[in-house]
């Protein structure tokens, strides 16, 4: 074999018997790039001379990700186990390709079938109580699928997802050839096949108490959301919207159109929309009582990474005065209306996706800082009942040409590749965490990428011992005037808890008063503060950059009085001058001066001295 092993452990960040207070902190892989992430050994096949993966491959990538999980504080993950054409179970619905498992090509024949590590997973994660959500990415083809488009005919109309020019996703009328299929998740055959794959999942996998849900669509680029407003305008589809809103809508084909702008305004778009997100909606609802029926406790997870993803939106979301579109009109425009979603028996937990970090090879950079930044979609998303956030780390991909033109194989058969997954360091690893805290109380958050982000562990440790231990309920905002720091509190068995969130990129000291009269009993769950045993009356809790501080006092009559934030720098001044500075810019845009660029910008000046 290649490689080795070592007996030493990851100490875990939180120790068996700590209070959990049914939060989940997941970590997110939306590659089961396992044997990769952690470095497992191999198997040496004698007689081509390549190594393949072998059960003990899998097993020790499993082992070694169970003991990283729980050094992280992770009691939750969240990986694709149908990506990019393969599978990491045996499917009879899908005809899975050998990317992540090449025990297929042992000469020896061991491994005639498909290794079922999915088993696997959920065996290691029932024993470590570590809850396992399987992601399903449908973004390649369903055999399902494929065989109704072959057999042609009326019953293969409207499978494949159309624009409004009449075009397929593999022939875009943006002049981009994307190389696949994408199918038409309003169709009602489409959502049959998707709704089959997560039965198969389910019935297979039911039995293990580990099982936490399915989650689908997490990569952007799946068909279980819509990438635009102008896809789904095939002729069946708007036949099946025309028939069941009660309205006549333009006979025109969809490449008789002349522009997307001219269609948009074609038979009732703001109806077709609302139309469009309701059957979503509906076939997010099937999935979820699918699931509920296998699992009692399962939810359905479903990411808005679409918007970031969509070539369509990137105009729209790029910075502009005034906004080229409402951020209702982008949940809209990928299928999502989040009032449907407000409901907490439906068991549907809808991800707010954020990007991390990222070369933005494949997704508009000002789109994504755009979503990310963007309060009025946090404002929008906060009707959803069960509301998560999915923080997803895009590596940087770079090609060493210099490395393969030294390999002893020749460059014309080496190709190397690496895709690092960069994260921030210290207290800027902590940013889109506290923000996203700070925008809701979220009793779900993801993190992750294509792998596991290795690295900076140190720098959440206190934040996730604080949040994993804080119990899920209705906590109140404490509202004052102490921006940026945000408080809220829940009284539950006699205690109340509380939590402190510094969302701004200075330290800081929060001076809290209780109202009670008798000194309280208090604890703090983030672990790294130095608090008396008991206070009464005023205290200082202080407060890192992007720091999330949690605390459990011994008491339901806790109430806070005056809360007092205080900055260890001048932060008025360094905000007043950036005040003074956008006054300034401001003023030169509304009142522009002449700049002399060319002497004869009409080129109908005549000649002098030669000029």
């Known amino acids: 074999r290649w490689g080795g092993s070592h007996s030493s452990r990851l100490p875990q960040l939180v120790p068996e018997g700590t209070p959990d207070g049914g939060r989940l902190f997941a970590a997110y892989m939306a590659r089961p790039l396992i044997p990769e992430n952690f470095s497992a050994t191999d198997m040496l096949d004698e007689v081509t001379g390549r190594s393949m993966d072998d059960w003990v491959t899998f097993y020790e990538a499993g082992r070694r990700l169970i003991e990283y999980l729980q050094y992280a504080g992770h009691n939750a993950v969240i990986m694709s186990v149908l990506a990019r054409g393969s599978t990491i179970y045996p499917s009879e619905l899908l005809s899975p390709t050998p990317r992540y498992d090449s025990g297929i090509f042992f000469s020896t024949g061991q491994d005639p079938i498909r290794k079922d590590v999915l088993e696997m997973l959920l065996r290691m994660c029932d024993r470590a109580n570590i809850r396992f959500i399987p992601a399903l990415q449908f973004q390649s083809p369903l055999p399902e699928l494929e065989q109704i488009i072959r057999d042609g005919g009326k019953k293969a109309t409207g499978i494949e997802l159309i624009d409004v020019r009449g075009k397929p996703w593999t022939e875009n009328s943006d002049g981009v050839a994307h190389g696949r299929s994408r199918y038409n998740p309003l169709h009602a055959d ?10 198969e999942v389910l019935d297979r996998y039911h039995q293990h108490h580990s099982l936490a849900g399915v989650a689908i669509d997490s990569s952007g680029q799946g068909c279980t959301l819509l990438p635009g407003t102008d896809w789904g305008y095939d002729v069946a589809t708007r036949s099946r919207f025309a028939r069941e809103a009660g309205i006549k809508i333009n006979t025109l084909r969809p490449s008789q159109v002349a522009s997307p702008q001219q269609s948009s305004r074609i038979g009732h778009h703001a109806a077709w929309l609302e139309w469009r997100a309701e059957k979503i909606w509906d076939f997010h609802d099937r999935l979820a009582r699918e699931i509920r029926n296998s699992v009692p406790d399962g939810k359905l997870y479903v990411a808005t990474t679409a918007m970031q993803r969509s070539p369509e939106l990137g105009s729209l979301l790029r910075p502009a005065l005034p906004t080229n579109a409402s951020v209702e009109e982008l949940l809209l425009a990928v299928g999502i209306a989040p009032e449907k979603y407000a409901n907490h028996e439906d068991g549907i937990v809808l991800l707010r996706s954020r990007i991390v970090a990222s070369d933005f090879s494949s997704i508009d950079p000002a789109a994504a800082r755009q979503i ?11 009707a959803v009942s069960k509301l998560g956030y999915l923080l997803q780390t895009h590596p940087r991909e770079l090609r060493l040409p210099s490395f393969d033109a030294k390999s002893p194989f020749g460059a014309e058969f080496t190709h190397t590749r690496i895709a690092p997954h960069l994260v921030p360091s210290d207290s800027m690893n902590r940013q889109l965490l506290v923000k996203s805290l700070a925008a809701a109380d979220s009793d779900i958050l993801a993190i992750g990428g294509w ?18 231990q804080l119990p899920v309920g209705n906590y109140e905002t404490i509202s004052g005037e102490h921006e940026p720091i945000v408080l809220r509190k829940l009284s539950v068995n006699g205690k109340t808890f509380a939590y402190l969130i510094n969302q701004s990129d200075w330290k800081c000291d929060v001076a809290l008063r209780l109202t009670t009269d008798h000194g309280v009993a208090i604890e703090d769950l983030s672990g790294d503060k130095d608090f008396p ?27 806070f009085g005056n809360v007092t934030v205080t900055f260890n720098q001048d932060v008025r001044g360094v905000l007043q001058q950036r005040i003074n500075d956008l006054a300034d810019r401001t003023i030169e845009l509304k009142q522009p001066r002449n ?5 004869n910008p009409s080129f109908e000046l005549p000649e002098s001295e030669g000029h």
Do not use: C, W
């Open 533 to 559: 045993k008991t206070v009464q009356g005023h205290f200082r809790v202080p407060l890192d950059r992007y720091d999330f501080v949690a605390l459990k006092f011994d008491g339901d009559d806790v109430d």
């Open 372 to 382: 990310d930044a963007s309060l009025e979609l946090d404002r929008r998303l906060s």
């Open 451 to 468: 792998m596991l982000t290795l690295g900076q562990e140190a720098s959440l440790r206190s934040l996730v011992s604080a949040y994993r």
């Open 190 to 199: 489409v959502q049959q096949a998707m709704l089959n794959t997560v039965r």
């Open 595 to 599: 700049i002399d660029a060319l002497k």
